[in-house]
């Protein structure tokens, strides 16, 4: 009996240690795979990224201790995107510059998400990502909106490198869903 009161005491001990959680800070460096094009041959882009999520963080590994436990950002997100959808449009011949330039894309970050409901232990995470992206030519704009979503669980914390793994996979995903737009392609062709 004496036994068993032991086991139970570690175990509950351990439980709660599992619960709870210490804040984590991701680096978010998004990157995307694009297959070489020349519909920007001889033409400049600029890109810019900007980041409207409220209140800068990405939510919480959830747990007893839910309101120390947040995801935030640990790097410029909006020169990681900037630097993603450059890499991107130079795939299509694009060449990219600082200043004025042909074509000028903005990626609005609107959502992104790493966040779990539970607030007893960290079984299930609930993660997403979404972007409008905004294409100027010649004073003609195309607006795109690019999103993804992904569900996990988990039976432990997960650690900040699989937290940032997710996160960025997720990015990734999102602004790749801009490059294999055939709208945004038609767009570009049409009025350059």
Known sequence: MKKLKVFLLAGCAALLAACAH????VVV????????????????VTTRGVNQLAGGG????GGIYADSSNVTLANNIEDSMAQALSQGFESWSFRSVGGPADVQVVANLTALSYDSPNTLYTTKVDSGASIQLQVSVKGAVF?????????????????REEVEATVNRLLSATLQRAFEDEKLKSFLRQHL
């Open 29 to 44: 460096q998004p990157q995307v795979q694009v297959a070489p094009d020349n519909i920007g041959a001889g033409y400049t």
């Open 58 to 61: 990405l939510g919480s590994l």
């Open 143 to 159: 607006y795109g909106n690019y999103s993804t979503s992904g569900k996990d669980r988990n039976l432990i914390k997960p650690s």
């Open 22 to 25: 210490s804040p984590v800070q």
